[in-house]
């Protein structure tokens, strides 16, 4: 399996009021949060790529800036702007 492929995996699996970092998935599967990122970028939409935030619970800027309404669509916990990553962090 491809890191592309493994970050799918990763990302499919977080669930609706939930986000993970790329440094959170980057450690479940073994590389870096930038190649994360990179594979991120490469993911077709149907992955749930807003619930990928950056460490200090910021939204994806990508997709027209549409993460931080999708999430709180979703009823992720949010301080602010950003993801409450003490509260919805994916495990």
């Given amino acids: 399996m491809n890191i592309i ?6 990302v499919i699996t977080i669930p609706a009021g939930s986000a993970a970092s790329y440094g959170d998935i ?3 599967i073994g590389t870096t949060a930038r190649q994360v990122g990179r594979a991120m970028s490469l993911l077709d939409d149907g992955v749930p790529w807003w619930r990928v935030v950056h460490a200090d619970g910021t939204p994806a800027a990508c997709h027209g ?27």
Avoid: S
């Avoid at 709180?72 to 602010?80: I, V």
């Fill in 5 to 10: 492929e493994e970050v799918r995996e990763v």
């Fill in 65 to 91: 800036g549409q993460a931080p309404e999708l999430l709180k669509r979703e009823g992720t916990p949010m301080r602010g702007t950003r993801v409450d990553m003490e509260r919805a962090r994916h495990r």
């Fill in 26 to 28: 980057a450690l479940r």
